[in-house]
């Protein structure tokens, strides 16, 4: 199945970029760019792609607003916010209006390809410095709502490892199981703190200090 993907920026530099990198792989198609939040909303209902990128400074309506008017929708595209360490103040917004991962300009052609692949799985990648940067200093992240005391030590584990911003199969070789084993242990996660992705159990491993 092909991923359907729609790029949010404005610069125009940045959408070629992003456009020969995901247009190389099997499996992606960019359906869309446009270069503003208002263009960036109306184009997502209209085509309808499994993955936006976008960025969090554009005119007319930010990355943000943007977000937050999509994830509103009744079936929302996964939304991965492209940024700078510059943005802070907009990703923490970003997470609460319901993206599902961050990725930084300048991560490189693998990390892109891989937040995209993730997103569309209904998983999300998220850069480890971004992880430590930005949801250790969360102030006030959408609370994942389940009860912390039913994980068990292994959960645990896992969940330190997604909030330092692990993937998958970096957590399988950590703790030396299978990435099915993991994938298992995620599943479970999500069910018992009623969390939507693993963005919302980070941030609720770094609000319940879980990590340090």
């Given at each position: 199945?092909?991923?359907?993907?729609?790029?949010?920026?404005?610069?125009?530099?940045?959408r070629?970029?992003?456009?020969?990198?995901?247009?190389?792989?099997?499996?992606?198609?960019?359906?869309?760019?446009?270069?503003?939040?208002?263009?960036a909303?109306?184009?997502?209902?209209?085509?309808?792609?499994?993955?936006?990128?976008?960025?969090?400074?554009?005119?007319?309506?930010?990355?943000?607003?943007?977000?937050?008017?999509?994830?509103?929708?009744?079936?929302?595209?996964?939304?991965?916010?492209?940024?700078?360490?510059?943005?802070?103040?907009?990703?923490?917004?970003?997470l609460?209006?319901?993206?599902?991962?961050?990725?930084?300009?300048?991560?490189?052609?693998?990390?892109?390809?891989?937040?995209?692949?993730?997103?569309?799985?209904?998983?999300?990648?998220?850069?480890?410095?971004v992880?430590?940067?930005?949801?250790?200093?969360?102030?006030?992240?959408?609370?994942?709502?389940?009860?912390?005391?039913?994980?068990?030590?292994?959960?645990?584990?896992?969940?330190?490892?997604?909030?330092?911003?692990?993937?998958?199969?970096?957590?399988?070789?950590?703790?030396f199981?299978?990435?099915?084993?993991?994938?298992?242990?995620?599943?479970?996660?999500?069910?018992?703190?009623?969390?939507?992705?693993?963005?919302?159990?980070?941030?609720?491993?770094?609000?319940?200090?879980?990590?340090?």
């Open positions: 199945m092909t991923i359907r993907v729609l790029l949010a920026d404005d610069q125009e530099m940045v070629t970029g992003f456009r020969l990198i995901l247009g190389a792989e099997d499996g992606i198609e960019v359906v869309g760019e446009v270069g503003n939040g208002v263009d909303v109306t184009r997502a209902r209209e085509l309808r792609p499994d993955v936006v990128l976008m960025d969090i400074r554009m005119p007319q309506l930010d990355g943000l607003e943007a977000t937050t008017a999509l994830a509103a929708d009744p079936s929302p595209p996964r939304i991965v916010v492209v940024t700078t360490f510059d943005d802070d103040e907009y990703v923490y917004g970003a609460r209006a319901g993206a599902c991962g961050f990725l930084l300009k300048d991560a490189g052609p693998r990390l892109l390809v891989e937040a995209v692949r993730a997103a569309a799985a209904g998983d999300a990648l998220v850069s480890p410095s992880t430590v940067r930005l949801l250790e200093r969360l102030t006030a992240p959408r609370p994942a709502r389940g009860a912390g005391d039913t994980l068990s030590p292994r959960e645990l584990d896992v969940v330190r490892s997604v909030a330092r911003g692990r993937t998958n199969n970096e957590i399988a070789a950590d703790l199981v299978s990435l099915s084993t993991v994938k298992t242990h995620m599943g479970n996660i999500h069910a018992k703190l009623d969390a939507r992705n693993r963005v919302e159990v980070a941030a609720w491993a770094w609000e319940n200090r879980v990590v340090s």
